[in-house]
């Protein structure tokens, strides 16, 4: 096949892929390969040594949440001595943000890509600051952690089942022409999805159950970015694999490296030094206390949302940094290293033209703009959870090695 | 006191205002001048023999809510009788969209100026396309006002005390900087008002009722603008009446007339016939089933919403016609007639700019520029409803006659 060729089917897939809430289930049940004292994480694999210190709490977090530990010193020593085996959530269906941890116990959203058949996994959204994702792992995150597992999660599950699904894509499409970048800002996403469930939460839950949960996933604020992410990996997942592809199909943070993946080469990394963040941080943190680049929240950037969409939310500038028309530009940059405009995600600000879609790796060497990624600041050390907001780019590596790669597999034709 | 010390103290008024929606009640209880066989109606003063279609149409199918006529027959030949009598509700605390017909046994929203101690009253929203205030009134629009009166309203009444008021204006904020200009696009507003209500009607409501209400406010689509409405008039009246001062506050069409209010010249109207709207109808219908420009909407622009918005909400073009350029040139024209800028309400696509606030009659007629109105178009025939949305504007005629009778009023010093 042609590259021009491969890269149309890939976008195609992409352009029609779905993305519909229509679960949420215990993570081993739906996910084979996580077995005891087995991880998911963010990000490319690695390994405990080389993991960033909120990587390390949340697991630290969730062994204690499972009872492979009763103290964090505990819960240190069994990942050392090996008795834990990680993986890349990504390998296998699942995604979460910041850290991107899930073990076998946690309840997970069920994002169904029904156009082509797969369904993709991520831990419920638990609000901002001192959070597991982040790396907290004190007694107040480890009761909410509880309550969203054993009381909140068949509450949802219950109101997603008698909703006959909840419609992701739709969301998104709505909120990219109400302001919300879907990465950063899931204003009205977040509203959107309460009003879509509100009233079968209502019709299936007991009153003070629904109460708590309504506020619970409005004040959480970015409730919806789960879910979200799911549906962005499904469809990317289903454009995946085409050879000639040169099409970026994820791009994820383990905290230490950032990884991208490229249609055409499959499941295989492409990876580089995770960078710092240029950002906003909360008072009393700085610099300093950064972890570099963290999470496969990216993987919206990777589907046209994220910093691709931030023309059309210049509100989220008063998180991350920057100006109204530092978002148009940076918009109006990545259209520079994509193949294509979404037709479903339209931003009103340019005459509703559709978000960048489809980064191709050719257009990043030979342009040298590498996309943007708009995201949270983990604190470096385990257990204290977010401390800001701000942009970082994706290394350029992860561009030249993919490409480099993609031409040695294509020996019969140029690039 | 100079104009310019009037104006200012006119404008801290606007934006010191507050609206926050505390109760429902049956307009009777509320409305004291709102005695029996008595009828408020949008706009300015207007007789029977002048009223439009739908006003009128309104007024029968009021009538026979009230159960003062059982035939629309009969309803017309007690109005023709002299046994109805007219106000506009502009003079009695109260407004409503389109005919904004209120009667005494109709439920209305209690939206409070507490900083100025001002309570406006507003009929429940009923949805679009055949609906009452335009002037339908056949058994599905009857069946459904005595289900939102008797049923809806009570409900909603619980929610909203329990939740001790819903800040309006907060929300009005909020959906400013997510492309709701809140004449025509309430998209946001209408979902952050649903999420605030939830859980209050969840804990004080039967299950059914509850997902019939949550679900009825979320397919209305525009529930939230007849408070908005409401709390742009409590704002604007506690701003009115200030000698010297020069803005307006109230724009008000009664399908025949197009009326101001001038806070330096008090309660009076200065009105000119009410134009035809450029718009969007809905198939079926054109430019001669219209009829002309008609309802207390325009409180909206009259407060730096609506129009004097479109620039944050390039979406609405898409109901009222026009290109997302033309929502921004508006905005930047509506500076030129304005004395200030709001600074509660911002504009992301302005950089965060207020919007544009204080109508100044002098910069009207200076300038040859007049207000833009985005509203809705009615059938200029009773019994059929909404056909279509789109842009007018305030005749100039009313700005002059304004003017005019201002500088009367102000002998000694030059205008």
Chains 1, 2 share one sequence.
Request: overall charge neutral; proline content about 5%; hydrophobic content about 45%.
């Amino acid at each position: 096949m042609t590259i021009k060729a491969a890269n149309e089917e890939c976008l195609a897939r992409i352009q029609d892929g779905t993305a519909v809430w229509v679960d949420i289930r215990t993570a081993r049940d739906v996910l084979p390969d996580l077995a005891d004292r087995t991880v998911f994480h963010a990000g490319p694999p690695v390994t405990w040594k080389n993991m960033c210190g909120p990587m390390r709490g949340a697991i630290i977090g969730a062994s204690m949440f499972e009872g492979w530990a009763k103290t964090a010193d505990e819960a240190v020593a069994i990942a050392e001595q090996g008795q834990l085996k990680f993986h890349s959530g990504h390998d296998h269906h699942a995604i979460g943000p910041m850290s991107g941890i899930i073990t076998p116990s946690m309840q997970v959203n069920v994002v169904r890509n029904d156009r082509f058949g797969i369904d993709t996994h991520s831990t419920l959204y638990m609000g901002i600051g001192k959070v597991l994702r982040h790396g907290a792992y004190d007694e107040t995150v480890m009761q909410k952690l509880r309550w969203m597992n054993y009381e909140l999660a068949p509450l949802l599950r219950r109101a997603v089942q008698q909703a006959g699904g909840i419609d992701i894509k739709s969301i998104v499409a709505q909120a990219v022409q109400m302001g919300d970048e879907m990465h950063n800002r899931n204003k009205a996403s977040n509203v959107l999805l309460l009003t879509a469930l509100a009233p079968h939460l209502v019709a299936t839950g007991e009153r003070s159950d629904v109460v708590r949960a309504l506020q619970f996933i409005d004040q959480a604020g970015h409730f919806v970015l789960n879910l979200v992410m799911a549906g962005c990996k499904g469809i990317l997942d289903a454009a995946n694999g085409i050879p000639d592809a040169t099409i970026v199909t994820a791009i994820a943070r383990n905290g230490c490296e950032t990884g991208i993946r490229v249609s055409g080469t499959g499941d295989r990394w492409f990876t580089a030094p995770a960078p710092m963040i240029e950002g906003v941080y909360f008072p009393g943190f700085g610099p300093a206390d950064a972890n570099p680049d963290l999470g496969d929240s990216s993987i919206t950037e990777t589907i046209g949302l994220g910093s691709m969409a931030m023309a059309g939310a210049p509100a989220v500038v008063e998180y991350v940094g920057g100006t109204p028309e530092f978002a148009v530009d940076t918009t109006m940059k990545m259209y520079e290293i994509t193949a294509a405009e979404h037709k479903t995600f339209k931003l009103p600000s340019l005459r509703f033209r559709g978000t960048p879609l489809g980064i191709d790796i050719r257009k990043v060497v030979k342009t040298g703009i590498t996309p943007v990624i708009n995201t949270g600041i983990a604190c470096k050390r385990a257990g204290v959870g977010q401390i800001g907001a701000g942009l970082t780019a994706v290394p350029m590596q992860c561009f030249e090695r993919a490409l480099e790669a993609f031409a040695a597999a294509r020996t019969s034709t140029p690039v």
